[in-house]
Antibody, heavy 118, light 110 residues
């Protein structure tokens, strides 16, 4: 069965970096786009980034552009989110989600919590 | 990348129907049929309930339906049940090849 498992969250200070991982299993990972979506405590969902199966195709929300980098390793069935220059407002649960086609995010991970605080 | 506009809350009694609207622009909802709806219970990951405006994944009851007119998409839940009480989010593809979510709607079943 399809499974997405995020890891790498934690408590970090403002201005530092963190890398999140999302390990996928149960499907042909290299054939699908993958998204990162976050949710600040008590707030709504916010789309963060997408990487298509063509690894050169990556897109970001304006709020993270220039600070976050999405990447994937198809040999490891894993998608990453490198987060630099972290701010308090980046505090959120970060979810990865598979894109079956055209934004059909049919599978989601359980999320990993990132807390940016001094 | 402004968030799509959803009502903060809606409510209905069991058996009734409710509709949640999701308003965007011609650069997102109005320009593409790539609108999805998600249900999220507290502390859980979102669950896809509608994709490409009006398609239901397998396993989602046919009480859930989606539609779109111009720059506004809608989610209708008919025959409301207690377990439908949840948060609902719309999302859309945009002309920048990015995605945008709505602010979310809390559905209360009275």
């Amino acid at each position: 069965q399809v499974q997405l498992v995020e890891s790498g969250g934690g408590v970090v200070q403002p201005g530092t970096s963190l890398r999140l991982s999302c390990a996928a299993s149960g499907f042909a990972f290299s054939s699908y786009g993958m998204h990162w979506v976050r949710q600040a405590p008590g707030r709504g969902l916010e789309w963060v980034a997408v990487i298509w199966h063509d690894v050169n195709a990556k897109y970001y929300a304006d709020s993270v552009k220039g600070r976050f980098t999405i990447s994937r390793d198809n040999s490891k069935n894993t998608v990453y989110l490198q987060m630099n220059s972290l701010r308090a407002e980046d505090t959120a649960v970060y979810y990865c989600a598979r894109d079956y086609r055209n934004g059909r995010n049919d599978y989601w991970g359980q999320g990993t919590l990132v807390t940016v605080s001094s | 990348q402004s968030a799509l506009t959803q009502p903060a809350s809606v409510s209905g009694s069991p058996g009734q129907s409710i509709t949640i609207s999701c308003t965007g622009t011609s650069s997102d909802i109005g320009g593409y049929n790539y609108v999805s709806w998600f249900q999220q219970h507290p502390g859980k990951a979102p669950k896809l309930i509608i994709y490409e405006v009006n398609n239901r994944p397998s396993g989602v009851p046919d009480r859930f339906s989606g539609s779109k007119s111009g720059n506004t998409a809608s989610l209708t839940i008919s025959g409301l049940q207690a377990e439908d009480e949840s948060d609902y989010y719309c999302s859309s593809f945009t002309s920048s090849s990015t995605w945008v979510f709505g602010g979310g709607t809390k559905l209360t079943v009275l």
